[in-house]
């Protein structure tokens, strides 16, 4: 069973910023397209970014392009995403995924293991 930890959640103002960080066990992990979630109360899970294995190529949703950042540092296994001016619509719960497959997906069932998820919450 893969784990995958997520951290650097919490709460902040909006205009804000926050790192999230995943680490991803294994010793492959650049054959492994990584992508970021979130889930808002009420609402369904939805693509927040992803990244491919080599580190080359990424996608972002429209909701976040342009603040939040996906990278990965293969020396520690470990994918961040860069949140920056944050706001209210932002406050989820936020999970990293792994896909067994080095090109990304924005669709949630194409990732095979996933995170127990982190708390962000944006206060106006």
């Known amino acids: 069973q893969v784990q995958l930890v997520e951290s650097g959640g919490g709460l902040v103002r909006a205009g804000g910023s926050l790192r999230l960080s995943c680490s991803v066990p294994?010793?492959?992990?650049?054959?492994?397209?990584m992508a970021w979630f979130r889930q808002a109360p009420g609402r369904e899970r939805e693509f927040v970014a992803a990244i491919s294995g080599s580190g080359r190529s990424w996608n972002y949703s429209d909701a976040v392009k342009a603040r939040f950042t996906i990278s990965r540092e293969p020396a520690k296994n470990v994918i961040y995403l860069q949140m920056n001016n944050l706001g209210p619509n932002d406050t989820a719960v936020y999970y990293c995924?792994?896909?067994?497959?080095?090109?990304?997906?924005?669709?949630?069932?194409?990732?095979?293991?996933w995170g127990q998820g982190t708390q962000v919450t944006v206060s106006s």
């Open positions: 995924a792994r896909r067994a497959n080095s090109v990304y997906s924005t669709s949630s069932p194409s990732y095979d293991y």
């Open positions: 294994g010793r492959t992990f650049g054959n492994y397209a």
